[in-house]
């Protein structure tokens, strides 16, 4: 649906109307996806941090995953803490310097994402609309608003 009926409203301009009408399609998008990962008892920002890690292959600094993170946290500490809790993270402490923190993913960890991968594809649940063209389109022009 037309955002302006969506919403019941008009707009000042073309310009307001995409602000308008990114921030409500990407409260959207994470309804849609928050619902998704409750099934795995996970949030959005701790399903990023297992795919970081699981992408880095490695234990990395906490700094490191912070960088990485698509939604910037303060409390990235705070959901390390609880994916530890969940036995999906191993933290590590730096022999030489006790105040760097390492994290890696743990194998219950990867079994987890193993099995949100079989489900869950990051554009399927809305992203399906547009062909790659159309795809390609709009992520350009996210990117040139970003510039």
Known sequence: MEIGKEINSRFKSPQQKVVVNIRFTSNWMSNLQNGFMSKFDLTMPQFNILRILRGANQAINVNTVKERMIEKSPNTTRLMDKLIEKGLINRIRCEKDRRVVY?????????????????????????????????????????????
Do not use: C, P, Q
């Not at 649940?125 to 062909?131: A, E, G, P």
């Open 103 to 147: 994290v890696e993913i743990s194998m219950k960890g990867l079994d987890v994402l193993s099995e949100i991968d079989k489900t869950f594809d990051d554009h399927s649940f809305f992203i399906n609309k547009l062909n790659d063209d159309e795809a390609e389109t709009l992520s350009n022009l996210l990117d040139k608003l970003r510039d």
